[in-house]
């Protein structure tokens, strides 16, 4: 009885530490120093061209390549 109450413990303890490992392995990186000054622009930003509607009808004309799904 004692062995299997061990047992039991020790594989509650174990998913434990695994549970701990995941979500410390998957945390987002913390900020290392505060700089001032502005953030450098994401790659939304540098494409110079506003988000395509997906509702808008296709035009002949467009020179966009929609995705089709």
Known sequence: MLSTLLNIAGV??????LL?????????????GSTTGSRAPGWASDAGQPHP????????TSTQIRTVR
């Open 12 to 17: 509650l303890v174990g998913l434990l530490v």
């Open 20 to 32: 701990f490992l995941i979500v410390h392995l998957s945390a987002r990186p913390a900020t290392r």
């Open 53 to 60: 509607d997906p509702w808008a009808p296709l035009s002949t």
